[in-house]
């Protein structure tokens, strides 16, 4: 697994504030409520939570590679969907 500059940021900005962190990661979604809360409900869940988020990212990556993979909630990541090859199918061929 190899740690980038945009993770050490998201790393600094996750010991300042979890949520922000996870907001730049999932947009507004169910883990920023999950993370705001866990942070109102004492400071350090919302940090592991936070971390777990950026090493399911940096995993992600790895797994991927660098934009090879979208966010698809609950703290999970897919591929990215793969267009098909220039005349591939029977669309637009002849017989």
Not at 5 to 28: E, K, Q, S
Not at 59 to 86: D, I, L, M, Q
């Amino acid at each position: 697994m190899l740690v980038t500059g945009g993770d050490i940021c998201l790393i600094l900005v996750t010991i300042l504030l979890p949520p922000l962190a996870v907001f730049f990661m999932t947009g507004c979604s169910a883990d920023l409520c999950i993370n705001i809360l866990l942070t109102i409900l004492g400071y350090i869940p919302g940090h592991i939570h936070a971390f777990w988020l950026i090493y399911r990212r940096i995993k992600a990556r790895s797994a991927y590679g660098e934009g090879g993979y979208v966010y698809t909630g609950n703290a999970t990541f897919a591929p990215a969907a793969v267009p098909a090859p220039a005349g591939y199918g029977a669309v637009g061929t002849t017989y």
